[in-house]
């Protein structure tokens, strides 16, 4: 079984943070957590979670956050929000979240999984419908806005780490030894397709009920026009090698990818040791950009764009970049660079 990623335990540079002391009283820091998920509402709006049930917010386009209480010292690794008042967030023993006033506070709700079991990810479908998964073929589902989440899970010990609903219909899931799983009946039923690959897929992005990508270990990037199934590698490779077959150094160019996310022409996949890739064609080429070397070896856990081909992506020690159109720029107004073929 592929251990849960929660990303190695290396420090980066942070953004602002106000944590709120009181009503009238500020106090200004660096966001020092290591952030796994992360939710943008708009171009300066935006979310994250992380360690010790940490929850920020941004409405400046990630210059400042703010903390928000969220009751739960447990980690949390994924938030996702229906629109702008309506929210979860998942994370480790199960814990599920939920907020109904654009986040100013977050309640508990009762989840099916046992706290053995760590929630990876969670969408947001609408108001009253979301999907979360993770640990041991753990799989949730709520349609009355969480007063009752049902146990989906699988049979098999398979940990899930991510899900991708284009449309109320048609959803998709990876994760351990290659799985995916699709359902075209809004998840009722769901059957599994082949990746080509028995590799670890940590994440995937579907923009219609036929296009997606995945991406998982060893810098693998995959792609789909058919529903999952058939996929097109275009980063990586899909067989699974030793250290010694694969070599050190391909294995060192090769890090770890944890997130994808395509919108319109634009997209951004991050990853292990700084990695970043952007896409300004639909996802059908992607070039390596180069953060600044104090930043090298940081690694981004999640990204989350909206219209107008804006975003920004998360990681370690509070890391941060924004996004937008296909450049990638750093707190401190450095830009990444195209990085040089190998």
């Given at each position: 079984?592929?251990?849960?990623?929660?990303?190695?335990?290396?420090?980066?540079?942070?953004?602002?943070?106000?944590?709120?002391?009181?009503?009238?009283?500020?106090?200004?820091?660096?966001?020092?957590?290591?952030?796994?998920?992360?939710?943008?509402?708009?171009?300066?709006?935006?979310?994250?979670?992380?360690?010790?049930?940490?929850?920020?917010?941004?409405?400046?386009?990630?210059?400042?956050?703010?903390?928000?209480?969220?009751?739960?010292?447990?980690?949390?690794?994924?938030?996702?929000f229906a629109d702008p008042e309506h929210g979860w967030a998942v994370g480790k023993s199960a814990v599920v979240l939920h907020t109904t006033d654009g986040g100013a506070s977050w309640k508990a709700q009762r989840s099916p999984i046992p706290p053995e079991k760590h929630l990876f990810k969670v969408q947001a479908l609408d108001a009253r419908t979301a999907w979360a998964v993770g640990d041991w073929g753990a799989r949730t589902v709520t349609h009355d806005g969480g007063e009752h989440w049902?146990?989906?899970?699988?049979?098999?010990?398979?940990?899930?780490?991510?899900?991708?609903?284009?449309?109320?219909?048609?959803?998709?899931?990876?994760?351990?030894?290659?799985?995916?799983?699709?359902?075209?009946?809004?998840?009722?039923?769901?059957?599994?397709?082949?990746?080509?690959?028995?590799?670890?897929?940590?994440?995937?992005?579907?923009?219609?009920?036929?296009?997606?990508?995945?991406?998982?270990?060893?810098?693998?990037?995959?792609?789909?026009?058919?529903?999952?199934?058939?996929?097109?590698?275009?980063?990586?490779?899909?067989?699974?090698?030793?250290?010694?077959?694969?070599?050190?150094?391909?294995?060192?160019?090769?890090?770890?990818?944890?997130?994808?996310?395509?919108?319109?022409?634009?997209?951004?996949?991050?990853?292990?040791?700084?990695?970043?890739?952007?896409?300004?064609?639909?996802?059908?080429?992607?070039?390596?950009?180069?953060?600044?070397?104090?930043?090298?070896?940081?690694?981004?856990?999640?990204?989350?764009?909206?219209?107008?081909?804006?975003?920004?992506?998360?990681?370690?020690?509070?890391?941060?970049?924004?996004?937008?159109?296909?450049?990638?720029?750093?707190?401190?107004?450095?830009?990444?660079?195209?990085?040089?073929?190998?």
């Amino acid at each position: 079984m592929a251990p849960a990623m929660l990303g190695p335990g290396c420090r980066a540079g942070g953004w602002l943070v106000l944590g709120l002391l009181a009503p009238a009283i500020a106090r200004a820091g660096l966001v020092r957590d290591n952030l796994y998920g992360v939710k943008a509402l708009s171009a300066s709006e935006a979310w994250a979670v992380g360690t010790f049930g940490s929850i920020y917010h941004t409405v400046n386009g990630g210059k400042t956050w703010e903390t928000r209480e969220s009751g739960t010292r447990n980690a949390l690794f994924s938030v996702d929000f229906a629109d702008p008042e309506h929210g979860w967030a998942v994370g480790k023993s199960a814990v599920v979240l939920h907020t109904t006033d654009g986040g100013a506070s977050w309640k508990a709700q009762r989840s099916p999984i046992p706290p053995e079991k760590h929630l990876f990810k969670v969408q947001a479908l609408d108001a009253r419908t979301a999907w979360a998964v993770g640990d041991w073929g753990a799989r949730t589902v709520t349609h009355d806005g969480g007063e009752h989440w049902e146990d989906r899970s699988l049979s098999d010990d398979i940990v899930l780490y991510d899900v991708s609903f284009p449309d109320a219909a048609h959803g998709y899931v990876c994760g351990e030894f290659g799985t995916v799983l699709v359902t075209a009946d809004g998840g009722a039923t769901w059957e599994k397709r082949p990746a080509g690959t028995d590799k670890t897929l940590f994440g995937l992005d579907f923009v219609t009920p036929e296009e997606g990508w995945a991406v998982g270990i060893d810098g693998l990037l995959l792609h789909t026009r058919d529903a999952g199934r058939s996929w097109v590698v275009q980063r990586g490779n899909v067989r699974t090698e030793s250290l010694e077959e694969f070599g050190f150094l391909e294995a060192m160019s090769n890090p770890g990818l944890y997130a994808v996310r395509v919108l319109g022409q634009y997209g951004m996949v991050v990853g292990d040791t700084g990695t970043v890739l952007v896409t300004t064609d639909a996802g059908q080429s992607w070039r390596r950009l180069e953060l600044p070397s104090s930043q090298g070896l940081a690694w981004l856990r999640d990204v989350s764009l909206v219209p107008g081909a804006e975003g920004i992506a998360i990681g370690a020690g509070g890391f941060a970049v924004r996004f937008d159109r296909g450049q990638v720029t750093l707190p401190s107004g450095a830009a990444a660079t195209v990085a040089p073929t190998p």
